[in-house]
């Protein structure tokens, strides 16, 4: 990807403003606690796939649970 990190920094902190706009704003508030918790829902995933994915059980948990990502696995890394 061209100027990286660079870029990935400057998208974050454009999505800082526009959450920061959000919240000035009275009549952006209910769209912001609504993207807020959108984004604990994905942070809780992506903790919750990487927990099961790092198990040290992780040849049982194979057949049990589909994986987050085949890259999850000790074994394709």
Do not use: H, K
């Amino acid at each position: 990807m061209p100027l990286f990190p660079s870029t990935s920094y400057a998208t974050i902190a454009g999505i800082a403003l526009v959450f920061a706009a959000m919240a000035v704003l009275p009549e952006q508030r209910v769209t912001l606690a609504a993207s807020a918790m959108s984004v604990a829902v994905i942070v809780l995933a992506a903790r919750l796939c990487r927990r099961r994915s790092i198990a040290p059980d992780v040849e049982t948990r194979r057949d049990a649970v589909a994986p987050c990502a085949a890259s999850d696995f000790p074994e394709n890394r």
